[in-house]
C-alpha cells in the first residue's frame, strides 16, 4: 500500500450541506439509507466518496436513479465522473447494506454483547456508508433509526420517537469520525447538570441490565469534569443531552463522539469489590478526557489526521490538568512521567520513532501512540511554561474564537500563541516535527560567587531523521543551600542552542541545584553526580518531583550494580528506612518512593550505558533489593502497614486510595519475608478490590496461590471485567520460567473469550509486561504471543498491530534474543493476507 503524506493535502472539492441518515437495523443486514446536500466549491472535479465492505443497493442523484455508466465503484471508494454532476447545490442518496454481525474488527456499526454500536474513529465510518471519510468534512447529520431494541440513541438532540423507531439531530456540524449510533436493550444512570449560564442538560449512562449499580462514580467524574471545563477553561456544553454508553467489546478505551461517548465497560463501571483504586483514577480520567473533546477535539477538529496531536496531545494535557486539580498535583506529575518514560521514551528510543505530528502513514490506527498522546501533552505543557499561565489562557480564548467549528491545524494551534503572547515559535515548532527524545548533559562550574550551569543537548537519530537540530526546552531548574534551604527559588532557563551556559550570581556557598524540576522537559537529563548528593536531593529537594527523582535515580544505580554482582547498597537500604518515617504524612507520595524502578527500566538504563540487559539477572537483582529493603525494615513497615488500615466506610478519593497504596506497597516488601502468610490473609479478607489483587500478586510471587486463585474465580465468575484481572495477575506476576506456560494454560481455558480485545490484552499484555518472562532465552514468551497475533490478526487487525509494539525494544537485548524476536517477526509478517495494520507495523519493526 502507498503511504499517506501531510505534504499531498488538498481540500475537498466539494461541501456537504447536511446529512440525513436512515439506518434499518438487523444483525446481519442492516440497511443505511443515505442523503447527502452537497455543493461543488471546485468546478471539473469528480465526486470521490470513501466505502468499504458496502454492497450498493441504490444510488439516486436529485432523485434519479444514476446510470452505471456514471460512476465507479471499487473495494475502497465509489467515484461519480464530474460530467454526470451538477453545477450547483444536488442531493445524492445511496441505499447500502451492511452486515454488523460480522463485524469482528470493531471498525464501523458492529455487535456486541446483542447490542448494535459503532466505532468511527479513525476511519470506520467508510464502513456504514459512502462519504467523504476525513476530518475537514463537518456537516451537521439528522438520523432516524428503525428497529424493535427498546433504547435506540445517536449523536446531537432527540427530536422524536415512537415504538420501533427515533430520530435525532445533531446541529453542529461535524466529522464523520464523529458519529455514533447504539441501539439495544439497555439500562441509564440518569442525572442533570446546569451550565454555568443556566442552561440544563440531561445526562445518562447507559449500561447493560444488572449493572447500573457501578455507573455511579463515573456520573460524579461527569458532572465534575462540566465544572471543571466552566471553571478553567470557560468550555460550557453545547447540547440538551450527554449520553455515555459502555461496551464490552471495544479496541480502545473510550470515544468522544458528539453527545454520544462510547466506553469500553473497565472505563466506565466500578465498586469497591470489582476495581482498583487505579481503576477509579482511570475511569475518571478518561471520562474527563472524552468530555474535554467536546471543545478540544469536536467544536474544533483536525483538518486531517497528522493533524491529531492537535485534538489528543491537547486533551491528554487538559485532563492531566483536571487531575492534577482534584487530586495530588506531585503524585499526578510523577505517575504521568512514569508513564511517559515507559511508553514514550521507549517508543522514540525504538524503530516505531515518529514526531508528535507525522509526515507519512500507511494505516492512520497505528499512529494512535504515546508520541501523539503523551508526549503531545508534554508540548503543550513546555508551551504553558514558556509563555505562562495568563499567555496560556489568553492563547486558548484566542484558538476557540478563533477556530471554533473548523478543522485546524499544528500552524493555526502555534500562530494563536504567537498572536496572544507576541513570541516566535518557529524554532519550537520542532518538537512537533522530529522524532526522538533530547539528552540534555550539565556540567557545572563554581567560581566562588557565581555558579554556571552548561547544557549541551543531543538527540539520537531517529528512522527516517538522521539529524537533529536543537530545540526550545525550558528547564526549570531551583539551587539548595548545603543545610536544605532554596537559596534560588524555581526558575526557567531556556535553552535554545546545542550548548548553553546559565549564571547564578552572588551566591555565599556552592549550591546543590535541582535541575528539571516537575520534569519541565520531556528529555533524558545526563548529569554526574554523587551518590551523596542524590540522597541528599531525596531527602530535601522542595520540588516534590525530583525529590522522588533522586531516589529513584539512586535505586536504579543501585539495582544496575546488582546486576554486575554488587551487594545492595546500605546508604540506599537507609534512605528508604527515611523514606518509610515520613511516608505517612503524604501516603500516595511515600507509595511512590517506595516503589522499586521495574525491570523494564532497569533494562532500559542498561542498554544506555552500553550493556546488553540480562532479564533473568534484573529479575534477580530486583528481588534481592526488595528483600534487603525489607529485612532492614521490617518493624517500620509491619508499623506502616498495620496504620494504613482504613477501617471506615469505601471511599474511592485520593487520599484512602493513597494510604491503600502505601498499604500495599509495605504488603509487596514484606511478602519475601513472611513467605506470603500477610497475602493470603489479606487475599480472603479484604474488601477492596485494590488490596485483594495486590495479595493475589503476592501470592502468585511466592507460588502458593493455588487456592486463593480458586476461591477468587468461584467469587468472580460472573464478572467478566473481574475475570480479565483474575487471566492477568497469573500471568503478569508468573515467574519468568512458568510465564509462557502459564499463558497458554490459560489460553486453553474455556473463558478465554480472544475474540474479546479486553480478554486478549489481559492475558497477552500480561505476559509482555511479564518482562524476564516475555524475554526468556527460550524464546517460549515470544513464540507464544506472535502465535497468538497470528491468530488474531484476521478478525482484529487494530488489536493485533497495536500489540505488536511488544516487540519494538528487540534492538535493546543480545544477539540471542534479538534473533529470536526478529525471527518472530518475520514470521508474522510471512503471513498470507496480512492486514494493512499489521504488516505495516511489522515492517516498521523490521526496518
Ligand atoms: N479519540 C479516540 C481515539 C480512537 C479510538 C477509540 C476507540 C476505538 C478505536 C479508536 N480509534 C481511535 C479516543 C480518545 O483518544 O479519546
Ligand atoms: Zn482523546
Known amino acids: 500500500p502507498q503511504p499517506k503524506r501531510l505534504a499531498d493535502y488538498t481540500p475537498y472539492p466539494f461541501r456537504v450541506d447536511q446529512v440525513a441518515l436512515t439506518f434499518r437495523l438487523a444483525p446481519c443486514a442492516t440497511q443505511v439509507l443515505a442523503r447527502l446536500d452537497l455543493t461543488p466549491q471546485s468546478p471539473g472535479a469528480d465526486l470521490r466518496l470513501d466505502g468499504e465492505g458496502l454492497r450498493l443497493l441504490a444510488l439516486r442523484l436529485d432523485g434519479h436513479a444514476l446510470p452505471p455508466a456514471d460512476y465507479t465503484l471499487t473495494e475502497t471508494g465509489l467515484t461519480i465522473a464530474a460530467r454526470a454532476l451538477p453545477a450547483a447545490a444536488f442531493v445524492l442518496e445511496s441505499e447500502v447494506e451492511i452486515d454488523p454481525a460480522a463485524n469482528t474488527a470493531l471498525e464501523g456499526l458492529y455487535m456486541s454483547g446483542g447490542m448494535f454500536c459503532t466505532q468511527c474513529e479513525a476511519e470506520g465510518f467508510r464502513h456504514i456508508t459512502f462519504y467523504p471519510d476525513r476530518p475537514d468534512v463537518m456537516a451537521p447529520f439528522r438520523v432516524r433509526i428503525e428497529s424493535d431494541l427498546p433504547v ?65 462514580f463515573a456520573m460524579e467524574a461527569l458532572k465534575r469534569s462540566m465544572r471543571w471545563d466552566e471553571e478553567a477553561y470557560g468550555r460550557e456544553y453545547d447540547l440538551d443531552v450527554f449520553n455515555i454508553v459502555a461496551v464490552d467489546d471495544f479496541n480502545m478505551g473510550a470515544m468522544e463522539n458528539k453527545g454520544l461517548n462510547i466506553f469500553n465497560s473497565k472505563l466506565v463501571l466500578a465498586s469497591p469489590e470489582t ?42 494535557y487538559r485532563d492531566q490538568q483536571f487531575t492534577s486539580d482534584i487530586r495530588s498535583a506531585a503524585v499526578k506529575r510523577i505517575e504521568d512521567v512514569l508513564a511517559l518514560r515507559a511508553r514514550q521514551f521507549r517508543e522514540d528510543q525504538g ?8 509526515e507519512s502513514y500507511i494505516e492512520i490506527n497505528n499512529f494512535y501512540t504515546a508520541t501523539v498522546y503523551e508526549k503531545g501533552a508534554e508540548v503543550v505543557g513546555m508551551l504553558r511554561r514558556l509563555v505562562g499561565d495568563d499567555g496560556y489562557r489568553r492563547a486558548l480564548d484566542l484558538y476557540f474564537d478563533r477556530h471554533d467549528g473548523q478543522a485546524a491545524t499544528i500552524e493555526d494551534w502555534l500562530t494563536v500563541f504567537e498572536h496572544a503572547t507576541g513570541r ?75 550548548s548553553q551556559s546559565f549564571a547564578f550570581e552572588g551566591l555565599a556557598a556552592r549550591p546543590v541545584p535541582s535541575i528539571l524540576r516537575g520534569f519541565s522537559a520531556p528529555v533524558v537529563l545526563e548529569r554526574e553526580t554523587t551518590q551523596a548528593e542524590r540522597a541528599f536531593l531525596f531527602a530535601h529537594d ?47 507520595f511515600g507509595a511512590l518512593c517506595l516503589r522499586l524502578p521495574s525491570e523494564d527500566e532497569i533494562a532500559t538504563a542498561l542498554h544506555a550505558a552500553g550493556t546488553p540487559p540480562d532479564p533473568a539477572e534484573i529479575h534477580g537483582a530486583r528481588a534481592r533489593l526488595t528483600h534487603a529493603i525489607a529485612t532492614a525494615h521490617e518493624g517500620a513497615l509491619q508499623a506502616v502497614f498495620a496504620a494504613m488500615a482504613d477501617p471506615g466506610p469505601f471511599s474511592p478519593d485520593a487520599a484512602p486510595a493513597g494510604r491503600r497504596a502505601l498499604r500495599m506497597a509495605c504488603l509487596g516488601l514484606l511478602n519475601r519475608l513472611d513467605n506470603g502468610a500477610r497475602a493470603e490473609r489479606l487475599c480472603d479478607a479484604a474488601t477492596t478490590m485494590t488490596e485483594r489483587l495486590a495479595a493475589l500478586a503476592c501470592l502468585i510471587e511466592m507460588n502458593r496461590a493455588a487456592g486463593a486463585l480458586a476461591r477468587f474465580r468461584d467469587g468472580f465468575a460472573h464478572d467478566r471485567l473481574v475475570m480479565d ?36 490484552r489481559a492475558l497477552m499484555g500480561g505476559l509482555a509486561a511479564n518482562h524476564a518472562g516475555f524475554h526468556h532465552a527460550s524464546g517460549a514468551g515470544y513464540r507464544f504471543y506472535a502465535d497468538w497475533l497470528i491468530r488474531l490478526d484476521p478478525i482484529n487487525p487494530q488489536t493485533t498491530a497495536r500489540m505488536s509494539t511488544a516487540f519494538e525494544t ?38
Open 725 to 760: 484481572k483474575w487471566f492477568m495477575v497469573q500471568v503478569l506476576h508468573a515467574a519468568p520460567d512458568l510465564a509462557a506456560e502459564t499463558a497458554a494454560h490459560l489460553a486453553a481455558l474455556p473463558d478465554f473469550d480472544w475474540k474479546n480485545p479486553n480478554r486478549f
Open 275 to 316: 476495581a482498583t483504586d487505579a481503576d477509579y483514577e482511570r475511569i475518571e480520567s478518561v471520562i474527563a478526557h472524552e468530555y474535554f473533546h467536546n471543545w478540544t477535539g469536536n467544536r474544533i477538529t483536525c483538518r486531517d489526521w497528522f493533524q491529531l496531536c492537535l485534538k489528543e496531545g491537547l486533551t491528554v
Open 351 to 358: 524503530p516505531l520513532a515518529h514526531p508528535v505530528r507525522p
Open 424 to 498: 516566535d515559535l518557529t524554532q519550537f515548532k520542532r518538537w512537533y516535527s522530529e522524532a526522538g527524545t533530547p539528552r540534555l548533559r550539565v556540567t557545572e562550574d563554581w567560581d566562588g560567587s557565581r555558579y554556571t550551569l552548561t547544557f549541551t543537548q543531543e538527540t539520537p537519530p531517529t528512522p527516517g531523521q538522521p539529524v537533529k537540530t536543537p530545540r526550545v526546552i525550558p528547564i526549570a531548574v531551583g539551587l539548595l543551600g548545603q543545610n536544605g534551604d532554596e537559596v534560588v527559588p524555581t526558575r526557567l532557563l531556556e535553552m535554545t542552542e546545542a
Open 152 to 216: 435506540l440513541l445517536s449523536n446531537g438532540n432527540p427530536v422524536a420517537q415512537g415504538t420501533g423507531w427515533a430520530e435525532w439531530h445533531d446541529p453542529w456540524p461535524k466529522p464523520a469520525y464523529l458519529f455514533a449510533l447504539v441501539a439495544g436493550d439497555l439500562v441509564a444512570l440518569r442525572d442533570r447538570f446546569t451550565t454555568a449560564s443556566g442552561r440544563s442538560v440531561d445526562l445518562a449512562i447507559w449500561v447493560r441490565r444488572g449493572d447500573e449499580a457501578r455507573c455511579g
Open 542 to 588: 522542595t520540588d516534590p518531583f525530583n525529590r522522588w527523582e533522586a531516589g529513584r535515580s539512586l535505586a536504579r544505580s543501585a539495582l544496575m550494580a546488582m546486576v554486575g554482582g554488587a551487594a545492595p547498597d546500605p546508604d540506599l537500604i537507609a534512605a528508604y528506612g527515611r523514606v518509610l518515617a515520613d511516608a505517612p504524612a503524604d501516603p500516595a
Open 810 to 847: 528487540w534492538p535493546r537485548y543480545d544477539a540471542h534474543r534479538q534473533a529470536l524476536m526478529r525471527a518472530e517477526l518475520g514470521r508474522i509478517s510471512a503471513q498470507p493476507g496480512l492486514s494493512r495494520d499489521t504488516g505495516e507495523m511489522v515492517a516498521r519493526l523490521l526496518a
